[in-house]
């Protein structure tokens, strides 16, 4: 028993290792792509701190899901939340699985950079909206006599660039459509329907997406039209986005093209492995090949030339 978990564990340190080595090369070839999209987070997030400024409460607007949905109160407005961060940590610890698992459908790197570049598309477009028109937030921080619903002028420029994490995140107003949860929640179901191999896994992630949806309006986050918007407008920036970027090799396959440079070391190694073996195991060089004597369309690998010319003739 102590053997095979040894050596169970001898073999997922290898794969790992493999991995590992494997990724950080996509990873110093592509990082330049992968930190403008970590910027355009942080740059996503100081847009919605901005908008706080600009927020005025006032009156709730007329909201159909208000009408349909019951709200939760501020002592359940936990669990919108608590199923977006099962969504999201779920996700995250998904791109990483090819580091242990045998089936590799995709590099975590690569996969990363479409994830992004979905994030940023969508992002540009809710910065646009909730610039243009601010609506009175619905959420209970924003409502009139909240103390948190305007922002006092900043002391300094520190406090806006900080964002007065993570308080000042959890409690914006102003950056309503749309719905930012759904945007990360669409991406990643979208993400995983593509690359994702459980079927059954794909239908509860799209289930999951509408109970959010519908969580997300009774805690009253966001308004329905938020909601309603994002989920729209995200598959069609996923589709447009999608076209554009060069789709990822297929890794389940085995019949696509090396991802990454092979150095003319690596090919000399290859072209050595991948030549013939003799039944005694040595490799097969060139310079000890024979020459092939082709008798009534069979080819005589081991044939003598003169031996086989007198069968030929009858000798």
């Not at 690596?266 to 991948?274: A, G, L, M, N, P």
């Amino acid at each position: 028993m102590t053997f095979y978990v040894a050596r169970e564990g001898s073999k997922l340190w290898r794969r790992v290792s493999g991995e590992t080595k494997v990724e950080l090369q996509l990873l110093a070839e592509k990082w330049k792509l992968l930190l403008a999209g970590i910027v355009c987070q942080y740059i996503h997030g100081l847009a919605a701190r901005g908008v706080h400024y600009l927020h005025r409460p006032g009156p709730i607007l007329q909201d159909v899901g208000f009408f349909l949905l019951p709200e939760l109160g501020k002592d359940r407005a936990y669990i919108s939340e608590t199923v977006f961060s099962f969504v999201f940590f779920s996700f995250v610890l998904w791109t990483f699985h090819p580091f242990i698992y045998q089936s590799k459908r995709f590099y975590t790197v690569l996969l990363w950079r479409r994830v992004l570049a979905f994030l940023v598309g969508s992002q540009v477009l809710r910065i646009i909206t909730f610039y243009s028109t601010q609506l009175p937030g619905p959420n209970y921080h924003c409502r009139e006599g909240s103390k948190l619903a305007r922002l006092p002028r900043p002391d300094n420029i520190l406090e806006v660039l900080l964002l007065n994490f993570p308080h000042g995140v959890i409690y914006g107003c102003g950056d309503l459509i749309f719905s930012s949860h759904m945007i990360f929640t669409l991406v990643f179901v979208l993400t995983y329907q593509k690359y994702g191999s459980r079927r059954f896994i794909k239908q509860v992630a799209w289930l999951i997406a509408i109970i959010q949806s519908l969580l997300i309006i009774a805690s009253r986050k966001h308004y329905t039209v938020d909601v309603v918007v994002a989920w729209y407008t995200v598959n069609l920036v996923v589709f447009f986005v999608d076209k554009k970027l060069p789709e990822m090799p297929d890794r389940g396959t085995g019949t696509s093209p090396p991802l990454l440079p092979v150095s003319a070391k690596d090919k000399d190694s290859k072209s050595k492995e991948e030549q013939p073996l003799l039944l005694n195991g040595n490799s097969l060089e060139s310079s000890d090949r024979r020459p092939r004597t082709q008798v009534n369309g069979k080819h005589l690998d081991d044939t003598n030339p003169v031996n086989g010319d007198a069968a030929m003739n009858g000798a």
